[in-house]
């Protein structure tokens, strides 16, 4: 049962337009959400996150909406470079981002070309 | 300051066997947890750690299993190992829970 769901294994975006990942979640009790970012040879980098309580976060390039009542997440990078090529990790949390499990989603894969 | 350091890099094991791994946390963190990358099914949880005790579980059988030490560093161990065990096991920590956790690089494990 996959609760946190990337329906898109792999996206691919020009440089510098916008590149949108989304995330689809079942679990209602899930609060906290996070992205992640993974190159090849690499653990994930934390990238973003958003509680519940809010619909938006921005920092820099990265802006993550949340919509509660559609259970749904989204990563907006804008503009994209060819450095955000990588693999992105949507995650969930549930009791405020202090419970003690990350649930992850199976990754997308973006490609920025030139 | 380093970040998530895991030891080592690459294993090869021959089914049956059984395998230790190693995680050191970045200094300061307490909240160690351990997670499964297998192709097409994203990180899964396996457990975490938090001042030397479980303090939260994932659906693994008992073959896995993990410990905490006093200076937060952690290690997991597999038994009887199996051809499906084959994965990168990522080792992630965080001050005092699992938001905005710090990965470390991964234990690549390949089960012959």
């Known amino acids: 049962d996959q609760q946190v769901k990337q329906n898109s294994p792999s996206l691919s975006v020009q440089e510098g337009r916008i590149s949108i990942l989304n995330c689809d979640y079942t679990n209602s009790m899930f609060d906290y959400f996070l992205w992640y970012k993974k190159y090849p040879a690499e653990g994930p980098t934390f990238l973003i996150s958003i509680s519940s309580i809010k619909d938006k976060n921005e920092d820099g390039r990265f802006t993550v909406f949340l919509n509660k009542s559609a259970k749904h997440l989204s990563l907006h990078i804008v503009p994209s470079q060819p450095g955000d090529s990588a693999v992105y990790f949507c995650a969930a949390s549930a009791q405020g981002g202090t419970a003690s499990k990350l649930t992850f989603g199976t990754g997308t894969r973006l490609q920025v070309t030139l | 300051k380093a970040g998530v350091t895991q030891t080592p890099r690459y294993l090869i094991k021959t089914r049956g066997q059984q395998v230790t791994l190693s995680c050191s946390p970045i200094s300061g963190h307490r909240s160690v947890s351990w997670y499964q990358q297998t192709p097409g099914q994203g990180l899964q949880f396996l457990f975490e750690y938090f001042s030397e005790t479980q303090r939260n579980k994932g659906n693994f059988p008992g073959r896995f299993s993990g410990r905490q030490f006093s200076n937060s560093r952690s290690e997991m161990n597999v038994s009887t190992l199996e051809l499906g065990d084959s994965a990168l096991y990522l080792c992630?920590?965080?001050?005092?829970?699992?938001?905005?956790?710090?990965f470390g690089p991964g234990t690549r494990l390949t089960v012959t």
């Open positions: 992630a920590s965080s001050w005092a829970g699992p938001a905005e956790q710090y």
